[in-house]
């Protein structure tokens, strides 16, 4: 049974600072990883994806993989007050591609404090 | 790329009356999902669905729930015989080829009572 560990949080970060929220995971074979934002009554929203061991950019937002320590995390840098919401990471069940379906972990919640 | 829609919003239904939830893809998608979250929980894989075939299920996907796309269009979700456990959030999602990713719709209340 694949596992997808978060801390819940909450996790209290001033605006501006640096938000970093970690993920870990059971199934070696994993290979890819992928980072949802779900606000409160709303659908998981897909901010990052990464594949590749590493870092990968987008805008604020780093994804990093380490694969030999079954470790993903994300970075928020230059936090923002609408950066607050449940941070959810995923990885494919079954075969490892992201036509799979997805196994989530419980998501950790994120307060950025102005 | 647009996500998918979903109806109804919300959907409140008596324990033992079944429900359809439907997802409306924008355009040609090839691959859909059912995921559900029951409130305060994670979000929870049911079924894949590909060339109008189901591709995996997960352990919660038993007898209660199928799938269909009936007119190549929709794509649903029959729950039979609801229970008061099945009070959930199910979202529909859809595989974007491009970016080998899933995106979410808005998702449907279920309220069983």
């Known amino acids: 049974q694949k596992e997808v560990e978060q801390n819940s949080g909450p996790l209290s970060v001033p605006e501006g600072a640096i938000a970093s929220l970690n993920c870990t995971y059971s199934?070696?074979?994993?290979?890819?990883f992928f980072w949802y934002r779900q606000y409160s009554g709303k659908s998981p929203e897909l901010i990052m994806f990464?594949?590749?061991?590493g870092d990968k950019e987008d805008g604020r937002f780093t994804a990093q993989l380490n694969k030999a320590s079954q470790y993903v995390s994300l970075l928020i840098r230059d936090s923002q007050p609408s950066d607050s919401a449940t941070y959810l990471c995923?990885?494919?069940?079954?075969?490892?591609?992201?036509?799979?379906?997805?196994?989530f972990g419980k998501g950790t919640h994120l307060i950025i404090q102005p | 790329e647009p996500e998918v829609t979903q109806t109804p919003s919300h959907q409140v239904t008596q324990m033992g009356q079944e429900v359809i939830l439907r997802c409306v893809p924008i355009?040609?998608?090839?691959?859909f999902y059912w995921y559900r979250q029951i409130l305060g929980q994670k979000v929870e894989f049911l079924v894949s669905?590909?060339?109008?075939?189901?591709?995996?299920k997960s352990e919660i996907f038993d007898d209660q729930f199928s799938v269909e796309r009936p007119d190549g269009s929709n794509f649903t979700l029959k729950i039979r015989s609801t229970k008061l456990e099945d009070s959930a959030m199910y979202f529909c999602?859809?595989?974007?080829?491009?970016?080998?990713?899933?995106?979410f719709g808005p998702g449907t209340r279920l309220t069983v009572l």
């Open positions: 995923a990885a494919p069940t079954y075969s490892g591609g992201g036509a799979d379906g997805l196994t």
């Open positions: 199934d070696r074979g994993s290979q890819s």
């Open positions: 990464i594949y590749s061991n």
């Open positions: 355009s040609n998608h090839l691959y």
């Open positions: 669905f590909y060339n109008n075939e189901i591709s995996e």
């Open positions: 999602a859809r595989w974007d080829r491009s970016t080998d990713t899933q995106y």
